[in-house]
Nanobody, 117 residues
């Protein structure tokens, strides 16, 4: 299970923080990241911290969002700065868990981020 918190309503140019924690997961977590889905749009990967420490950011959030992760505790935080109306979406925490030779996708419950004046 992935449990999220954070998000909310902010004016353009404002900041928000998202939190994600893996609970009761007996499997080894590899990559952890954040997806978002705006109304009528496909879910897209926003940021990811990979098992080896490499980070990925969607082009639209580079320089504004920063994801960090505690590999031992399987927690993740994403600082979102200079938010814009185009960032409005439901944000989902995601993790890949190794189950034997298979990879399981874990999802958080989603949290709304709304950027509006």
């Amino acid at each position: 299970q992935l449990v999220q918190s954070g998000g909310g309503l902010v004016h353009p140019g404002g900041s928000l923080v998202l939190f994600c924690a893996s609970t009761d997961t007996p499997f080894k977590i590899s990559d952890m990241g954040w997806y978002r889905q705006a109304p009528g749009e496909r879910r897209e990967l926003v940021a990811e911290v990979r098992d080896g420490g490499n980070r990925y950011y969607h082009e639209s959030v580079k320089g504004r969002f920063a994801a960090s992760r505690d590999h031992e505790k399987n927690t993740m935080v994403m600082q979102m700065n200079n938010l814009q109306p185009g960032d409005t979406a439901v944000y989902y925490c995601h993790a890949k868990a190794a189950v034997g030779s298979d990879v399981l996708d874990l999802w958080g419950q989603g949290t709304q981020v709304t950027v509006s004046s």
